[in-house]
């Protein structure tokens, strides 16, 4: 799998099981024409919380997808050589239980600010 955030690959499930990974292949097919937008949304908007940052639970309400599809377009991001986006605190999700908090890097500012110029 490529890990370039910007080339719409989307990750498909590992799986011994025949049907599934037949089927994350298909949700991958289906995801790979939205993946780049979100992923550019979804920097856009940590860009625009700094230091406050995002749980995937609030960046899935904020940005009205589901909370899986905020973590496959997180994780690779996260992943990086350098990573853009990272997590130092945590904050209650809607259940009570601790979440990540994720903010850009330095990195993660610097890319969000040549997407800006490139606009």
Do not use: F
Not at 61 to 86: K, N
Request: charged content about 20%; overall charge positive.
């Amino acid at each position: 799998m490529q890990t370039n955030w910007l080339d719409q690959t989307v990750p498909i499930a590992p799986s011994d099981i025949p049907l599934a990974r037949h089927t994350s292949a298909l949700g991958a097919q289906d995801a790979r024409p939205r993946a780049c937008a979100q992923t550019r949304r979804y920097l856009r908007l940590l860009a625009k919380r700094g230091d406050e940052g995002l749980t995937d639970w609030e960046a899935a309400d904020l940005m009205g997808i589901e909370r899986t599809s905020i973590t496959a377009r997180r994780r690779p991001l996260c992943t990086l050589a350098e990573p853009w986006v990272v997590t130092n605190s945590t904050r209650p999700g809607p259940t009570g239980i601790k979440n990540c908090v994720w903010t850009l890097s330095q990195a993660g500012q610097a890319a969000v600010a040549a997407m800006t110029e490139a606009a």
